[in-house]
């Protein structure tokens, strides 16, 4: 094979990576900041996520990011569970099935004396909500809603 041909063959051989590269990186998303107080609430805020996820493909747009940082935290916590089962319950399915992601702010959790390991696991804990916000929006692209 003549010299003057590897750097072509080499070229067309990467070429496909970096496409493939592009296709795998997740496109932006949306990002709720919600601070609700009742479980009817935050089932509004659910029912917008779902309502929202219905209205895009999933191929071109990322998860939906909802960042708890008020007294809906409390409706999470293990103690209330059988109170708030129902809400509990539908925001975990949400999160297994890849249509949300559900972030619990540290600094409002330490407010309101709720201990890490309150929380249920699904939920990602983040040391502070506008910042992870922010994050969101600068480094990934996300919108806030």
Not at 19 to 36: E, H, I, M, N
Not at 96 to 117: F, G, H, P, V, W
């Amino acid at each position: 094979m003549p010299a003057r041909l590897l750097p072509v063959l080499l070229l067309l051989i990467s070429l496909p990576l970096g496409l493939q590269a592009q296709d795998d990186a997740r496109a932006p998303g949306y990002v709720f900041s919600v601070t609700v107080s009742s479980p009817q609430q935050l089932d509004v805020v659910l029912n917008r996520a779902e309502d929202l996820r219905a209205l895009f493909n999933p191929d071109e747009h990322s998860r939906i990011a909802i960042v708890l940082h008020g007294d809906e935290l409390q409706l999470f916590q293990k103690d209330n569970y059988s109170s708030n089962q129902s809400v509990v319950d539908r925001a975990r399915l949400l999160d297994q099935d890849n249509i949300i992601d559900i972030k619990a702010c540290q600094t409002m959790m330490r407010t309101l004396d709720i201990e890490q390991s309150e929380l249920p696991s699904f939920i990602e804990q983040v040391p502070f909500a506008p910042a992870e916000i922010e994050r969101l929006q600068k480094e990934e692209g996300f919108t806030r809603l």
